[in-house]
């Protein structure tokens, strides 16, 4: 069965990542669970527009066994009676984009590539939707994820599906980019059901990082004398110790620190490994959570 997917997405690649991402906004029900598709090492896909859902698994297979994103679009669409209807972006492994709005989408619809990445909606208020994604993924900063958000506000704020809103999504994969290296699903989330989805979605993602992203090197400080009472005291309150602070950083110490950051989800931040330093967005987190 065909699904009407009227929304606004965006399909991209980031080389230095190395690193391949959909973000999606719709006034449709979970449109996550439909239009994302990426594999690490193979490519992205958003179909849409009575979305045709073997276009996922089918596209990210061809891209995989070396086809291009365009090479991809080609065999899929000839193959597909109403391609009329369908709206589709693809981006290769490589960052090789293409795309694919049917003449009987409904307006506004068109799609705008870019170098690694791809826009299209259809229901639009006008094209001012997809520029303005393309424009702001092309200048936001940071992660991929955090760019691939920054479109979907931007597509928001310039008019976004003409119905409304109801549901986003945020799909990121890399090699090895699941929680434990397990996987290749470095971030999937999604608001399902909500008039206010893409911004909970910016609220989504911060929240991600702090619980999945590894801190740089250079965010590390040292575990001080004065942090470490500091953070006994914390352990303390939470009776993961019984005996007032006494600023000594031992082993009995540092696991009982590992036993309030395995219960605070925080083991990707920190670990007796790297027991002597922390880093900072670990410590506000702690601070605002567990301070006077």
Known sequence: MALQINTFSIVAYDP??????????????????????AQAGAGAVATQSFAKLTFGPDGLALMAQGMSARETLDKLIAADPLQHQRQVGFVDAQGGAAAHTGSACYDWAGHKIGEGFTCQGNILAGPQVIEAMAETFVTARGELSDRLIAALVAGEEAGGDRRGKQSAAVLVVK??????????????????????????????????????????????????????????????????????????????????????????????????????????????????????
């Not at 230095?16 to 598709?37: C, I, R």
């Open 16 to 37: 230095v990542e190395n690193s391949w991402g959909v973000a999606v906004a719709s006034k449709f029900l979970a449109v996550g669970a439909v239009v994302s598709w």
């Open 175 to 292: 090699p090895n980019g699941g929680y434990g290296g397990d996987n290749d699903r470095y971030l999937d989330l999604r608001v399902d059901d909500d008039p206010q989805a893409v911004r909970k979605m910016i609220k989504l993602v911060n929240t991600h990082h702090l619980y999945f992203s590894k801190p740089r090197q250079d965010e590390m400080m040292p575990i001080t004398e004065e942090l470490v009472r500091e953070i006994q005291s914390w352990l303390l309150k939470g009776e993961y110790i019984r005996t007032e602070p006494s600023g000594n950083w031992d082993e009995d110490a540092k696991k009982a620190f590992w036993e309030l950051v395995g219960s605070e989800n925080l083991e990707e931040r920190w670990s007796l490994e790297t027991a002597d330093q922390i880093d900072r967005i670990t410590l506000d987190y702690l601070r605002e959570k567990f301070g006077n």
